[in-house]
């Protein structure tokens, strides 16, 4: 079974500029999470779709960041205008839908952001 | 507000003993737990989890224990391998909602 997909695996952009980031989840997984992961913190959820539908943004700062998942199923991410704070390493993870064992999350590899 | 807390950063280990590493978490509404585990340049990946309705999960050399009570969880590692040395994170969610909340992750070395 192939895992979740990222790219690009790294990326500098000086402040201001644009970015985007590209996700296609597992074959079959409905929900679909974007995560912040900022060096010495654990990952932050930025924003979860279930199928094309977005369930939770309440951390995504809407000013900058932006997110998409078209038909289900791959998923982008853009910053725009990228400031100093946002390097970090943004990880894609997927689920299946439903309760009980087996909803885990899988991440794929991120992407690191380096904003200069 | 960290719901989530792993209070050692880092933990050292001899091969072939036993690996405790240790979660706490304020909100009492999370109904499942789960460790995941961080290599360099990777993306976590799923270790073991546990529902609240249960107080022990193992499965091979890991196990997982919830004392609900003390709102705390930990993770065994038996006999500890150098290949185990990583980031492990902590991560509980409540209910359906698959949204996790992650502690700030506490780096295993294995010494050989």
């Known amino acids: 079974e192939a895992g979740v997909a990222q790219s690009p695996r790294y990326k500098i952009i000086e402040k201001r500029q644009s970015v985007a980031f590209w996700c296609n989840p597992i074959?079959?997984?409905?929900?679909l999470y974007w995560y912040q992961q900022i060096l010495g913190q654990g990952p932050k959820l930025l924003i979860q779709?279930?199928?094309?539908?977005?369930?939770?943004d309440s951390q995504l700062p809407k000013d900058r960041f932006s997110a998409e998942r078209l038909k289900g199923v791959d998923s982008t991410l853009k910053i725009q205008p990228a400031k100093l704070e946002d390097s970090a390493v943004y990880l894609c993870?997927?689920?299946?839908?439903?309760?009980?064992?087996?909803?885990?999350?899988?991440f794929g590899q991120g992407t690191r952001l380096t904003v200069v | 507000d960290q719901q989530v807390k792993q209070n050692s950063p880092s933990l050292s280990v001899q091969e072939g003993r036993i690996s405790i590493l240790n979660c706490d978490y304020t909100?009492?509404?999370?109904?499942?737990f789960l460790w995941y585990k961080k290599y360099p340049a990777e993306g976590p990946t799923f270790l073991i989890s546990?529902?609240?309705?249960?107080d022990k999960n193992e499965d091979g050399r890991f196990t997982v224990f919830l004392n609900k009570s003390a709102k705390h969880l930990s993770l065994h590692i038996v006999p500890s391998q150098p290949g185990d040395s990583a980031v492990y994170f902590c991560?509980?969610?409540?209910?359906?909602?698959?949204?996790?909340?992650f502690g700030k992750g506490t780096l295993l070395t294995v010494n050989p």
């Open positions: 074959s079959g997984h409905a929900t």
């Open positions: 779709f279930q199928n094309n539908g977005v369930v939770d």
């Open positions: 993870a997927s689920s299946p839908l439903g309760p009980g064992l087996g909803t885990e999350a899988f």
């Open positions: 909100n009492s509404m999370f109904d499942y």
């Open positions: 991560a509980a969610r409540r209910g359906s909602n698959y949204k996790l909340t």
């Open positions: 546990i529902s609240s309705i249960k």
